[in-house]
């Protein structure tokens, strides 16, 4: 076999091999796939700048991501993320891809994990997601990210802790005067009754179960919301992004609804990794919120090395 023949060998193994990652990624929802094919094809946008625990717990870390792009006036913008699993499963360094992601975009990430399972019941997920929001703002300063101008985005009951950060106002105290906006991606907010069985393992012992529903904290002050779901979501439904919007409405909050047709729970997340991103309707739509309520300024300094 000649070199032009072994090289079309290869490549059909690669591209193969690239094809099986993507079926499993897309029919398994795998979020480490995901990371693993972004990790092959994405360039180089965002490096690990800080890595640390603020808890005993083995899930109470956190890792914070800067664009390798040239900083801008007054630091980085940072974007805070929590990850889904219902409160049970999920690894914040599954997560480089959104980093990534979000890197190219100019903004700096946070990757916070939280308690999960028994250790994690209501409210401890909420203490884990605001403790580790402290961790990251402050190691911000020492890597040009500007701690009072953060958005908190979550996947799934990641979404749902960044909504009860971002309406409670117990969770986040005086810091929460630092939040732009919340962004949730198939969250759910309004679930009592209890019928899932992580739903009952995490707040059905808590005696007040209305007091663990983000739609009962909907308020005019809080900091804007992008509320994005798909229509074909089975596992966390549309009508609690619709409800929590129309909740916010009516206090006269802000609260932009997004329903991306025929889009299925793991889609918001899977379109924001390569090579999935050629559907655009959940990054534009996220990039479109962030440009509104935490703007980038031009690149003036040189990235930190």
Known sequence: MGWLGWTGTVLV????????????????????????????????????????????????????????????????P????????????????????????LGAEGYATALI??????????????????????????????????????VLIGHSAGAYNAAMLTLDQQWLGPDRARLAGMVGLAGPYDFYPFRWDS????????PDPQATQPIGFARKDAAPLLLLTGTADQTVRPRNSAALAKAMAAAGGRAELVEIAGMTHGGPIITLARPFDRDRRVADALFGFLAKVLPASSPVQPAPS
């Open 13 to 76: 193994f690669v591209l193969a091999a690239v094809a099986c990652l993507v079926f499993w990624a897309t029919t398994t929802n795998s979020v480490l796939t995901l990371d693993r094919v972004d990790y092959t094809v994405s360039r180089n946008t965002a490096r690990l700048a800080a890595s640390g625990r603020y808890g005993d717990d083995p899930q109470q870390k956190a890792r914070l991501y800067v664009p390798t792009a040239p900083a801008p006036a007054g630091g980085y």
């Open 78 to 101: 940072l974007v805070a993320f929590y990850h889904g699993g219902s409160w049970q499963s999920g690894d914040p360094d599954e997560y480089g891809f959104l980093a990534r992601r």
């Open 113 to 150: 994990g939280y308690r999960l399972g028994e250790n994690g019941r209501f409210p401890k997920m909420l203490e884990d997601s605001a403790a580790g929001l402290r961790w990251a703002l402050g190691h911000a300063s020492a890597h040009h990210v500007d701690p009072a101008r953060v």
């Open 199 to 206: 739903a009952r393992l995490s707040f059905g012992s808590w």
